[in-house]
């Protein structure tokens, strides 16, 4: 009787209230579930602040160490100017009005050889990891052009293109073209074959390939270049104002500071030329996250 008992099936009441206790599991485990979800994007969000404030520690770190050592060493302000007196210059120099326009003149200039290096560059890189003949030809030339000084070509585009716009942009472009073209190639070429093959057998060829497949899983890779080559494009454009001259510019800022021995001058002008390029990297850094195209997972 007791064993036949022990067997007998649970009775409705024990079968409810199993159904309750596994119902009450799955309520357990979904609350632990968001509750690691909370707590996951709890942690990504009071680590977004890392990126921003780590920087500006570094720089406040940097300005007062500078600040110590000329205040305790009585160092020649001629050799070394103070931070504060740096600074004190550069506020005067923008309030004079005539500075933002040689940074407007800086600006643009470094604008037009992103374009063009960017407009040669995409597609070269394109071709060259599409055909291996293209690249096999032209890789060992664009390498062994990397070790040629753009200060020694500006006198040569000088020569051939005058002393306007046309040299220094051909100059700009020259130095930011290199990042853009190896990022290019790389990003093409870490492309899955499989994806490939499986968007031809889907009819994929051309442009149609590489605008839905080859182009998306590239971009981390093509923008990575993008941002390195337009953060470079401000020491092109400055080394293009600089070697090859002209009427506006950073680049002519810190050539008549240097001639007159104006120190003081010659760091704020630097400094300004540090402010751009973060500004550059950090817009580049925005334009990366806005087109990421896992963003929205992401966000989720």
Known sequence: ??????????????????????????????????????TVTASRDNGAWVPVVAPVL?????????????????INPTFLPSPARVLARLGHDIASGGFLVDVGSTLLLAAL??????????????????????GAAL????????????????????L???????????LCA?????PMLLNTVLGLRQVDPRVLEAAYLDGA???????????????????????GGFTLSITGAVVGEFVIGGSRGLGRLVTVAANMGDTTGLFATV??????????????????????????????
């Open 205 to 227: 060829h051309g442009w149609s390939l590489l605008a839905f497949i080859q182009g998306p899983l590239a971009q981390k890779a093509v923008l990575t270049g993008l941002r």
């Open 1 to 38: 009787m007791g064993g036949a008992h022990g067997n007998m099936p649970p009775s409705g009441h024990d079968r409810k209230a199993a159904f309750h206790l596994s119902s009450d599991q799955r309520s357990s485990t979904d609350e632990t579930i968001r509750a690691t979800d909370e």
């Open 174 to 178: 020259l130095m930011v073209f290199f």
């Open 271 to 300: 400094l300004a030329l540090c402010v751009l390029a973060v500004a550059v990297y950090a817009a580049m850094i925005g334009l990366e996250s806005i087109t990421d195209p896992t963003r929205e997972r992401k966000i989720r």
């Open 139 to 158: 890789t060992p030339l664009i390498a062994a052009s990397q070790a040629i000084p753009a200060v020694a070509i500006a006198p040569l585009l000088a």
């Open 58 to 74: 570094v720089i406040v770190a940097v300005f007062v160490v500078w600040q110590l050592v000329v205040t305790f060493t009585g």
């Open 113 to 134: 050889g992103c374009v063009v290096g960017a407009g040669v560059a995409l597609p070269l890189g394109y071709a060259i990891a599409s055909w291996r003949l293209v």
């Open 160 to 170: 051939w293109a005058g002393y306007g716009l046309a040299s220094k942009v051909t």
